[in-house]
């Protein structure tokens, strides 16, 4: 099998799991780290075990080696960094969001388009086996033509007011909060486990920490430290929301999202219910389905490659009571991106640019909802010029 070179960009938090992702694969190697500096990228890339490291992204998109580059930069830089990418001929594989607001992801996506590679966001929790399983049951209508689907996210990490980053800064991490980074995670899910199309949202926000304690620039997102000086900053952006949601396929939704909810880790769940029976995923007991009926007993499916449906079979890697974690979800995903690269085709479990910026647009609906005063907002997607969406659909399929 040929190897594959594969660069990455911004070594923060997310970006040794993208890493540890690649090298599971077996077949790419990581050629090169670009950082703020030439200092810190040289110090991430002995941690990390990188052989080259460049101070600057332009630098590591002109390296030769490399043909697939990873954008894990925080999130203002998205639009700049994947767009250098795409002008470069490069495959480029971004973290979520895609962009800080619609119109940069629709940038995103229609350059994506006009450049013909390989283009991802890691919406990882599609990688997840029984989150394919699902999918799958619900494709093949086992539970009935679906009418409800609901859920939430909710993390307790920005309880404390002295948690404070770029995330929650508007001019890096995007006027939005909890909806752009966490729900964003279950609108995707909505959409990619029903096959259906959320085309209307109804908003009501809340800014429940409304003073944080910052550390100033150096401050990582999930950082806690109490031994440094602290300035006082006043935030605008949502720690929690709630949501009604209306699908394309007649569906009604509701969505609860939070990050400052005492003893909530990682709390992501979705449910659907169809005529005949209901489904339901939650992150944190990932390893099981349940399955609900109602004129026979409920079930829970453990993830068991030897009872799931074909097609959700290969995303589980262990035999059953074999737990299996959120880094092998993130390895399905980024595994199915280096598969595209591979074959030219594209694995469902993939989000595309053209995907992520339609969350970018529900996000802003929802936003522009609760500034409305929490009325109905239509989620419009803008489908671009006629040659843009042909070359979409040669590239991502219809």
Known sequence: MKRIGMGLIGPGFIAPHHIDAVRRLGYVDVVAIA??????AAQKAKLFNVARSYGS????????DISVIHNTTPS??????????????????SDKPLAITAKEGERLRD??????????????YRGNPLVQQARLMTEREEIGKVFFIHGHYLQDWMTDDTVYSWRSDPTKGGVSSALADIGSHWCDLAEH????????????????????????????AFSKDTTVARTPVEVSSEDLASVLV?????AKG????????PGHKNGLEIELNGRTGSVRWNQERQNELWIGRHDQPNAVMGKDPTLMLPGATQYAHLPAGHQESWADAFRNVIGDVYEWVRTGEKPATVCTFSDAYRTCVIIEAMLKSHAAGGVWQEVNVSSGSEQVANRQEAIYGK
């Open 35 to 40: 950082g703020s500096s030439s200092a810190s």
């Open 57 to 64: 992204y332009q630098e590591l998109i002109a390296d030769p």
């Open 76 to 93: 203002y830089l998205h639009l700049s960094v994947s767009l250098a990418i795409l002008e470069a001929g490069k495959h480029v594989i």
């Open 111 to 124: 350059a994506a388009a006009a450049a013909g590679v390989v283009n991802a966001v890691t919406f990882n």
């Open 193 to 220: 486990i029903s096959s259906a199309r959320i085309t209307a949202v109804l908003a009501d926000l809340t800014t429940v920490v409304k003073t944080r304690y910052s550390a100033g620039g150096s401050a990582e």
């Open 246 to 250: 209306r699908f394309d396929n007649g």
């Open 254 to 261: 509701c969505l609860s999202v939070g990050q400052v909810l």
